[in-house]
């Protein structure tokens, strides 16, 4: 059922999944796996296929529900967004990883939309989404 406490959350999953994959901080699942230390590699691999689990449903579920069109047309006007508030001096002379972290949290957002987004045309049309099925 659609909620926007049920929105937030599922933006919150997609922060922290695509953050604990990636981030600019140093403290990451690619930095771990690249750095020098003694932690044995089944952890890392275990660890990896987790979380890339985790990442691939969200991809799917947002390819699913927006369609890769709509995928595009969100990140797009993210990144108008974006372009916009720079335009505006609001985000100007950041570093190199403020810029990364802007592009990771759309990335989450577009993630978040995408999982949310059968709960939101629900709420608004009244329409349900459904897989094609067929029984054999």
């Known amino acids: 059922m659609f909620s926007y406490p049920g ?8 922060m922290f999944i695509v953050f604990a994959t990636f981030n600019p901080s ?4 690619v930095h771990w796996v690249l ?3 003694k932690e044995p590699w089944s952890l890392k691999i275990l660890t990896g296929i987790v979380l890339g689990s985790i990442v691939a449903t969200f991809f799917l579920a947002t390819r699913r529900s927006l369609g890769v069109r709509g995928m595009i ?10 372009w916009t508030l720079i335009d505006l001096g609001l985000l100007r002379d950041l570093s190199n ?12 957002s577009v993630l978040a939309l ?3 987004w059968s709960s939101l045309t629900l ?5 349900v989404d459904s897989n094609d099925v067929t029984l054999r």
């Open 26 to 29: 140093g403290y990451s699942y």
């Open 97 to 108: 990883g403020a810029y990364v972290t802007i592009v990771l949290v759309a990335v989450a």
């Open 114 to 116: 995408g999982v949310s």
């Open 35 to 37: 750095s020098d230390n």
């Open 73 to 82: 047309a969100t990140a797009g006007l993210l990144a108008a967004a974006t």
């Open 123 to 127: 709420r608004m049309s009244g329409q």
């Open 7 to 14: 929105i937030i959350v599922r933006w919150l999953i997609a």
